[in-house]
């Protein structure tokens, strides 16, 4: 893919920030954009959700490729191993996620994405594969390249708007220079305390929740308006999680009262969702004031009342690595897969680096779906937002 210029970067950033002059955060945008339209749940560039045909086709289809619709893989190593491309090539796939040992040069990772783009091809709907990773800014960044600014120097610059535009752009060149076109990014929380788990790593764009969500909107704005898809996380907030509180290494539990929860952690997806983010990443951490039982990624509560009901968001939900320490007391890969559709997540992201983590994600989600567990209908309306935002993405 070719490079983007330095003109189409400035471009794109003028593009967002007279964009950021358009409506407040939480109010519908005048426009009928691509990611408004998906927002909505509208079928874009041919995607079928919302008609008869398309959701009698996908109804119709062998349960294994419906699930598979809604699983992201992972592999260890350069090379996708002949199972993983086999897999991509029934159908069976809805992307692919990347990590810094995925790659060890641009001409590999050129190799690597043609691999598996052409197994995309070859399967019996083709569509354009996600394939994604974690280019978020500063420390965490799975390819080389922009952006070299943290979440947390963009937010402390002396033209913020500006910078965190400026980090979108570079993130949406990275990753389409690599031929990606999903970036598990910005982050959105909002830290309490300095050097806690958000702010260690400079993650966060600051403590403010109203400058949290304009930063974050500038950011996924500028990514989007070059092609590449953003994710915002960890809904609903990471912010006051202390140091140690990792939910991929230990089951975490944050009891934050919920009018703190809703206007600090809950409130820069309201100008996320404005700004037509396409998909939402929940937390693995228990939220009492909302679900004492289950993590916000496990619960129907966080999930279809919060963030779809209460805050109106349409796109893709997808969850955060299956494989986390903090889903321990949730069972194995499938049960842990099946409770995360109950919840109302799209995507189910199996980064263990094992395809036969996929698998068997993929296995218990027939199992539930022909038995009756996991409901057919809205089943199949998650595979058919994945479908529109594939489509998106041509």
Known sequence: MARLG???????????????????????????????????????????????????A??????????????????????PPPGVLQTIREGRAAGVILFGENVTSPAQLAEAVAQLRQAAA???????????????????????????????????????????????????GALADAGLNVNLAPVLDVYDAPGNFIDRAERSFGQDPAR?????????????????????????????????????????????PLDELRARGEAPYRAAIAAGVRLVMASWAIYPALDPDRPAGLSPTVV???L?????????????????????PYGGTGARAVAAAEAGMDLILCSARDPQ??????????????????????????????????????
Do not use: C, W
């Open 6 to 56: 330095r003109t189409v970067q400035l471009g794109a950033v003028l593009v967002v920030l007279a964009a950021m002059l358009g409506p407040v955060p939480g109010e519908a945008a005048p426009v009928r954009r691509d990611a408004d339209l998906l927002r909505r749940g509208t079928p874009v560039d041919g995607a079928t959700e919302g008609t008869a045909e398309g959701t009698a």
């Open 58 to 79: 996908m109804a119709d289809q062998d349960s294994r490729q419906l699930a598979g619709r809604r699983i992201v893989l992972s592999y260890a190593g350069p090379t």
């Open 122 to 172: 070859d399967s019996p709907a083709p569509g354009e594969l996600l394939l994604m990773t974690d280019q978020e800014g500063g420390k965490v960044r799975r390819l080389p390249g922009e952006p070299e600014l943290s979440a947390r120097r963009a937010g402390l610059d002396p033209d913020p708007v500006g910078a965190a535009a400026r980090s979108g752009v570079g993130a949406a």
């Open 212 to 256: 949290v969500g304009e930063l974050g909107s500038a950011y996924l704005a500028a990514q989007q308006g070059l092609g590449v898809a953003a994710t915002a996380k960890h809904f609903p907030g990471l912010g006051s999680a202390a140091r140690d509180q990792n939910t991929d290494t230990r089951p975490v539990t944050l009891p934050v």
């Open 304 to 306: 279809q009342g919060e």
């Open 308 to 328: 779809r009901g209460r805050l109106g968001f349409r796109g893709v939900t997808v969850t955060d690595a299956l494989e986390a320490e903090a889903l321990a």
């Open 357 to 394: 983590q996929a698998e068997d994600a993929t296995a218990a989600l027939v199992d539930a779906l022909d038995s009756g567990r996991l409901d057919r209908d809205a089943f199949t309306a998650a595979a058919a937002r994945v479908d529109a935002l594939r489509a998106a993405l041509h």
